[in-house]
């Protein structure tokens, strides 16, 4: 009699185990898309339908269990189907990685004026004013030639250069002097010279190239009380500059003004004549 329970009993209890095996995610790793991707099957247990818990038995039913032999096989509920999710798992086993987003090309620098740039030039090239020399040593006298100059070398007279960049701009700017602007104080004394002048050693009469002669005192009324005439030299530079713009060639000229002032006492010569 209990050969003939247990060899029922079998089947059942064996076919309840299979039941409540999980089923297990299938092993494969399909390539999709055609840029080297892992597209995997998971399965999700907690969805709706997925494998059911049994309720809790009490320990009367147990023992009424144990006192029963039941011959009919045990109903085993089929396994859910598999919630099947799809998706690329980058750099996996045997696969390539994702191909990365190239980034947006940098924008292009803006342009820079290159006049800008010019003008930074000038200012590193630091011209400087003229040293007024003239040939009255304190005063100088009505009809009398006088000789005016200045001092000469690089730092007067040029040529400097200088160099300068900013954005897509570099440009080279170089000064000479061009000339020597004078305002020698009386309505329309000025005088303009080709260059720094020529120095007096003690030659007489007037300067080969920059001089003049007055034809008024400095009488007190006639300079604010200083008795003083007012002296301006002005050396005119001639700045030139080229240079490139995003790649383009770019030149330009300027004129660069830088005057110097001082004062001058001018006399006259009183001439007395005796005799028969």
């Known amino acids: 009699m209990l050969t003939a329970i247990s060899g029922a009993l079998a089947p059942a209890l064996l076919l309840a185990v299979v039941a409540v095996v999980p089923q297990q995610p299938p092993n494969r790793c399909e390539v999709g898309n055609g840029i080297g991707q892992c597209l995997v099957d998971a399965i999700d247990p907690g969805r709706p339908g997925g494998p059911r818990t049994q309720p809790r038995r009490s320990d009367s039913d147990r023992a009424g269990d144990r006192g029963r032999a039941s011959t009919e096989p045990v109903d085993a509920e089929p396994p859910p189907p598999p919630l099947i999710v799809r998706g690329p798992i980058p750099g996996a086993l045997g696969q390539g990685t994702?191909?990365?987003?190239?980034?947006?090309?940098?924008?292009?620098?803006?342009?820079?004026?290159?006049?800008?740039?010019?003008?930074?030039?000038?200012?590193?090239?630091?011209?400087?004013?003229?040293?007024?020399?003239?040939?009255?040593?304190?005063?100088?006298?009505?009809?009398?030639p006088l000789w005016l100059w200045i001092d000469q070398g690089p730092t007067f007279t040029g040529p400097l250069s200088a160099t300068a960049a900013a954005g897509t701009a570099t440009v080279t700017a170089t000064g000479?002097?061009?000339?020597?602007?004078?305002?020698?104080?009386?309505?329309?004394?000025?005088?303009?010279?080709?260059?720094?002048?020529?120095?007096?050693?003690?030659?007489?009469g007037p300067s080969p190239d920059c001089g003049y002669s007055y034809e008024q005192r400095s009488l007190p009324e006639r300079t604010n009380g200083t008795g003083r005439w007012p002296v301006t030299a002005t050396s005119v530079w001639q700045v030139d500059w080229a240079g490139t713009s995003a790649g383009a060639p770019v030149t330009g000229t300027e004129t660069v003004r830088i005057p110097t002032e001082t004062s001058l006492a001018v006399g006259e010569i009183q001439v007395l004549v005796t005799g028969s």
């Open 176 to 204: 000479r002097l061009l000339a020597v602007e004078w305002s020698l104080g009386p309505p329309g004394a000025r005088v303009r010279c080709a260059g720094p002048g020529t120095p007096w050693t003690g030659e007489p």
């Open 98 to 144: 994702v191909p990365a987003i190239p980034a947006d090309p940098a924008p292009p620098a803006p342009a820079t004026d290159p006049a800008v740039v010019a003008q930074q030039a000038i200012e590193l090239l630091d011209l400087r004013g003229p040293q007024i020399r003239m040939s009255a040593t304190g005063t100088a006298f009505i009809g009398v």
